[in-house]
């Protein structure tokens, strides 16, 4: 197997809660020894019940928390030794609800392009020629370039949020409950338009979901969270029909009720 693309380390997060003029700080240990590799081209997801430490781990990912303990790795290097900008661009998000993920005052281009903006270097003629591109691929008409969110169908503004994170061309794109604010059928047709995106650019995925139908139908592998650590990661086949955990059991078990996910081609919403 080849080197893995990020490492994840040993990595504790621990919070201190409390304290000030009255009371004493007290530790709550929200991520304890975390420790996967995510492999190039792969989809792993992560799941977990609410509090588990998924969403505490996905900020650590995207740099915008500091572990406690432990390190991350992107292809060999300690990620706080990669400058910010690089990084970014290496690691995108799409976040679960696309209206509170985009600014209301921006338009389709602006939102899309930012990402290069921020990390300059990257021409205005140049900036929309990829828009451009990315909205064909995603399947939404040239006049939405001036278009705001609010103007938008929820499944429209998470084909945004989509066209954002891969304006830089990334290698990871770590999705953060994408499809949970969506109806059933829009779910079917980002989830969709997503595993066409992963084999057209090459990407890899970090899949955050409590959603397991979805789980089983996007990933490779899956690790599962409790209480801040990882109690099972196993390839996706072989964790739904044989699970190890006692804990992964009675996730399975909660979701035998959760529809399928539907298959059919994409339309645009």
């Known amino acids: 197997m080849s080197a893995p693309l990020m490492e994840i380390r040993d990595v504790s997060r621990v919070f201190m809660l409390g304290g000030g003029l009255i009371g004493r700080a007290r530790p709550l240990q929200a991520l304890d020894a975390v420790s996967l590799d995510l492999q190039r081209g792969e989809v792993l997801a992560l799941v ?3 509090g588990s430490g998924k969403s505490t781990l996905s900020r650590i990912l995207l740099g915008l928390d500091t572990p406690t303990s432990g390190e991350v790795r992107l292809e060999g290097r300690a990620v706080p030794g990669i400058p910010r900008r690089e990084f970014a661009s290496r690691v995108q998000p799409i976040f679960q609800d696309p209206y509170s993920s ?5 338009t389709v281009r602006q939102l899309i392009e930012m990402p290069l903006v921020i990390a300059g270097g990257v021409g205005a003629a140049e900036r929309l020629r ?3 591109e990315l909205l064909d691929i995603l399947r939404m008409p040239a006049r939405m370039l001036d278009a705001y969110p609010s103007q938008m169908s929820g499944g429209q503004r998470q084909r945004v949020a989509i066209a954002r994170a891969l304006i830089s061309r990334p290698d990871i794109v ?7 604010a969506l109806d059933v059928s829009v779910q079917a047709q980002v989830l969709n338009l997503l595993m066409e995106l992963r084999a057209e650019f090459d990407l890899t995925y970090l899949f955050i979901s409590h959603d397991l139908a979805v789980v ?3 990933a490779d592998r899956v690790a599962v969270m409790q209480n801040g650590q990882i109690v099972e990661l196993a390839p996706v086949d072989r964790l739904f029909a044989a699970p190890q955990s006692d804990y992964t059991r009675r996730l399975l078990a909660s979701a035998l009720t959760v529809p399928q996910v539907e298959t059919r081609p994409f339309k645009e919403t």
């Open 48 to 50: 977990g019940e609410s």
């Open 102 to 106: 985009l600014n209301p005052r921006k």
């Open 130 to 132: 990829r828009v451009r």
């Open 174 to 180: 770590i999705c953060d409950e994408p499809t949970s």
């Open 216 to 218: 089983e139908y996007i």
